[in-house]
């Protein structure tokens, strides 16, 4: 079943001698439950890509499609609670919010809605991620794995249709590297989660399913990898 299309996208900043075609004519589609890799060089396109298909920045032309719903026909209001319900964004830096403690950030997506988080699965994230003796723990008071952590625990919260994690062991060792790999691969096997993933570690992309290369804004290529 395919849960996001991509069709003709097109991203330009600047105007005539200035004009940088960020993304030029890109085209791919993600079925469910896939674990895709986007890779290429710095100034290659591919942070741009993921923030558009996380509804972050708007593309110039083209359209996105995630469950068949067209995501630049919504208002800004429709906008923002795509975003919040059925994108799962993870980036280099965490982005936790500094006065909230681990609970707190993982239910925040819940919470902007004025809802309660479902106490059951809550817990079962805080558990599968390692983190029950951190749940009072403020960002400051934990390391950059467990801040990474926590940022998955958001970030699947409310069952998103898609998992975006833009460069997610940039910022961390190896041995927290790998542990948040592993986590993202476990979330796509355990809640059969779609990912995409951007990451210039060659070695890291070989984790996902299928793994797409971007240069100049453009797919070089697009392989299985499992």
Same mark, same amino acid.
């Given at each position: 079943?395919?849960?996001?299309?991509?069709?003709?996208?097109?991203?330009?900043?600047?105007?005539?001698?200035?004009?940088?075609?960020?993304?030029?004519?890109?085209?791919?589609?993600?079925?469910?439950?896939?674990?895709?890799?986007?890779?290429?060089?710095?100034?290659?396109?591919?942070?741009?890509?993921?923030?558009?298909?996380?509804?972050?920045?708007?593309?110039?032309?083209?359209?996105?499609?995630?469950?068949?719903?067209?995501?630049?026909?919504?208002?800004? @209001?429709?906008?923002?609670?795509?975003?919040?319900?059925?994108?799962?964004?993870?980036?280099?830096?965490?982005?936790?919010?500094?006065?909230?403690?681990?609970?707190?950030?993982?239910?925040?997506?819940?919470?902007?809605?004025?809802?309660?988080?479902?106490?059951?699965?809550?817990?079962?994230?805080?558990?599968?991620?390692?983190?029950?003796?951190?749940?009072?723990?403020?960002? @400051?008071?934990?390391?950059?794995?467990?801040?990474?952590?926590?940022?998955?625990?958001?970030?699947?919260?409310?069952?998103?249709?898609?998992?975006?994690?833009?460069?997610?062991?940039?910022?961390?060792?190896?041995?927290?590297?790998?542990?948040?790999?592993?986590?993202?691969?476990?979330?796509?096997?355990?809640?059969?989660?779609?990912?995409?993933?951007?990451?210039?570690?060659?070695?890291?992309?070989?984790?996902?399913?299928?793994?797409?290369?971007?240069?100049?804004?453009?797919?070089?290529?697009?392989?299985?990898?499992?």
């Amino acid at each position: 079943m395919e849960i996001l299309k991509v069709q003709n996208l097109c991203k330009e900043y600047g105007k005539k001698n200035t004009l940088v075609k960020a993304l030029d004519n890109v085209s791919f589609s993600v079925k469910k439950g896939e674990f895709v890799a986007i890779v290429g060089p710095s100034g290659s396109g591919k942070s741009t890509l993921l923030h558009i298909l996380g509804g972050v920045d708007k593309p110039t032309s083209g359209h996105v499609y995630v469950e068949g719903s067209d995501v630049f026909s919504l208002n800004e @209001n429709n906008l923002a609670i795509f975003r919040r319900r059925q994108v799962g964004l993870i980036y280099q830096f965490y982005n936790l919010i500094p006065i909230l403690n681990v609970l707190e950030n993982i239910s925040l997506p819940v919470l902007l809605d004025g809802k309660e988080p479902d106490q059951k699965y809550l817990n079962e994230l805080v558990h599968t991620l390692g983190l029950e003796n951190r749940v009072n723990h403020l960002p @400051n008071e934990l390391s950059g794995g467990q801040q990474q952590r926590v940022s998955i625990g958001r970030a699947l919260i409310y069952h998103p249709s898609l998992l975006l994690a833009d460069e997610p062991t940039g910022n961390l060792d190896s041995k927290s590297s790998q542990e948040i790999i592993e986590l993202l691969e476990l979330s796509n096997k355990k809640y059969g989660q779609t990912i995409i993933m951007i990451t210039h570690d060659e070695n890291l992309a070989m984790h996902a399913d299928r793994i797409i290369t971007i240069e100049d804004g453009k797919i070089k290529s697009d392989e299985k990898v499992k």
